[in-house]
Nanobody, 127 residues
């Protein structure tokens, strides 16, 4: 069993940066591909970014490329999401997820193969 707890959300202005963290319990963190997903009010959940078990590979949704950076520290059982140049359309609840699959897998991006979800942290970007 893995528990995921996100933190770092908040209210920021357009153009600001924010760093999210997701702390995982358990000793199997390094066995999972980790991802960030988000869900904006009234919209479906969407994939944000993923990082491989070792951290060597990453993958981003097109709209996040160049602005967001995902990383992980297996020694600390933590995955991070650095978000720069934030826009109002980035407003959403951001969820951390642990699962199997390759970072570039469309199935993973759809949320398939996700074993564990966090409860989310809210990010609001004001214009």
């Amino acid at each position: 069993q893995v528990q995921l707890v996100e933190s770092g959300g908040g209210l920021v202005q357009t153009g600001d940066s924010l760093s999210l963290s997701c702390a995982a319990s358990g000793r199997t963190f390094s066995l999972y591909t980790m991802g960030w997903f988000r869900q904006a009010p009234g919209k479906e959940r969407e994939f944000v970014a993923a990082v491989s078990r070792t951290g060597a590979s990453t993958y981003y949704a097109d709209s996040m490329k160049g602005r967001f950076t995902i990383s992980r520290d297996n020694a600390k059982n933590t995955v991070y999401l650095q978000m720069n140049s934030l826009k109002p359309e980035d407003t959403a609840v951001y969820y951390c997820a642990a699962g199997s699959g390759l970072v570039a897998s469309a199935s993973f991006h759809r949320g398939n193969g996700i074993n564990y979800w966090g409860k989310g942290t809210s990010v609001t970007v004001s214009s």
